[in-house]
Antibody, heavy 122, light 103 residues
Framework: DVHLVESGGTLVQPGGSLRLSCLVSGLTISNYSFNWVRQAPGKGPEWLSYVGSSGSPTYYADSVLGRFTISRDNAKNSLFLQMSSLRAEDSAVYYC???????????????WGQGTQVSVSS | VLTQSPATLSLSPGERATLSCRASQSVSRYLGWYQQKPGQAPRLLIYDVSNRATGIPARFSGSGSGTDFTLTISSLEPEDFAVYYCQQRTTWPTFGPGTKVDV
């Protein structure tokens, strides 16, 4: 079975930075692309970022472009999301996901982690 | 932009549920559906309008094309009461605001 476990979410002040991690098991991570998706309370999910199986290409939603950076460490079976210049509207549960169309950005999300909560507030 | 209607659908077990998703411009057949229960991540139900994801029961079906799509649950089971989201993949993936199916 594929398992994704996110960590690193916490309460952070506006303008602050945070690094989320996602530990992946049950598949050979180097063969797969991954995404980060977030969901604010009472809202639909929002796709944020994509990374190809080799580490490129990377893509970002306009809402986080220039502030968030996706990366991966295949040797550690891990995916990361470095977040900076955080705003109140970034408060959400953050999920890492796999997709049914591997190495394609235009896809659906089949495996999700349990999510990690990020709260941005002073 | 995806819109979903109704916002809330109040039904009883055994009844048929019909959920709507409308796109502001054509997404061809690149439309999927997810189910989400409280405290859980979304679960992919349907992709590309009518293809059920792995392990999804046959009571879930999808239809439509272009801008208007429907998710049908033929006979509601107790575990089907949840929030349902549509998602398009014609451009960067985007989701609708959801329809809550409650008792």
């Amino acid at each position: 079975d594929v398992h994704l476990v996110e960590s690193g979410g916490t309460l952070v002040q506006p303008g602050g930075s945070l690094r989320l991690s996602c530990l992946v098991s049950g598949l050979t991570i180097s063969n797969y692309s991954f995404n980060w998706v977030r969901q604010a309370p009472g809202k639909g999910p929002e796709w944020l970022s994509y990374v190809g199986s080799s580490g490129s290409p990377t893509y970002y939603a306009d809402s986080v472009l220039g502030r968030f950076t996706i990366s991966r460490d295949n040797a550690k079976n891990s995916l990361f999301l470095q977040m900076s210049s955080l705003r109140a509207e970034d408060s959400a549960v953050y999920y890492c996901t796999t997709s049914i169309h591997n190495n394609q950005i235009r896809t659906y999300f089949d495996h999700w982690g349990q999510g990690t909560q990020v709260s941005v507030s002073s | 932009v995806l819109t979903q209607s109704p916002a809330t659908l109040s039904l009883s077990p055994g009844e048929r549920a019909t959920l709507s998703c409308r796109a502001s411009q054509s997404v061809s057949r690149y439309l999927g559906w997810y189910q989400q229960k409280p405290g859980q991540a979304p679960r992919l139900l349907i992709y590309d309008v009518s293809n059920r994801a792995t392990g999804i029961p046959a009571r879930f079906s999808g239809s439509g094309s272009g801008t208007d799509f429907t998710l049908t649950i033929s006979s509601l089971e107790p575990e089907d009461f949840a929030v349902y989201y549509c998602q398009q993949r014609t451009t960067w993936p985007t989701f609708g605001p959801g329809t809550k199916v409650d008792v």
